[in-house]
Nanobody
Framework: QVQLVESGGGLVQAGGSLRLSCAASGRTSSSNVMGWFRQAPGKEREFVASIVWSSGRTDFADSVKGRFTISRDNAKITVYLQMNNLKPEDTAVYYC???????????????WGQGTQVTVSS
């Protein structure tokens, strides 16, 4: 199994930036893809971004495309979500995830972090 530890959440004003980090440990060899989902109160868990570990290929939700970037650090087995030009609608708990295939649905992913709160004030 893969353990995922997230950090970097917080409170920012609209237009500001945050960088989330997710460090993976354990049986990471089976984690071909890592990514981020978010969940706001009363809403379903929503895809944000993913990255294929070996190639660096990325995918982004339309709602964040052009504002967010995802990257990886091979030496530390860590993924990052750089969030720029944040909007109040980005307010949610952000979850790091890992799995074997890239997908926009949460079901194929195997491991999940504990979540980190991102709050954007207007």
């Amino acid at each position: 199994q893969v353990q995922l530890v997230e950090s970097g959440g917080g409170l920012v004003q609209a237009g500001g930036s945050l960088r989330l980090s997710c460090a993976a440990s354990g049986r990471t060899s089976s984690s071909n893809v890592m990514g981020w989902f978010r969940q706001a109160p009363g809403k379903e868990r929503e895809f944000v971004a993913s990255i294929v570990w070996s190639s660096g290929r990325t995918d982004f939700a339309d709602s964040v495309k052009g504002r967010f970037t995802i990257s990886r650090d091979n030496a530390k087995i860590t993924v990052y979500l750089q969030m720029n030009n944040l909007k109040p609608e980005d307010t949610a708990v952000y979850y790091c995830t890992a799995g074997r295939v890239a997908a926009r649905a949460p079901s194929p992913y195997v491991s999940w972090g504990q979540g980190t709160q991102v709050t954007v004030s207007s």
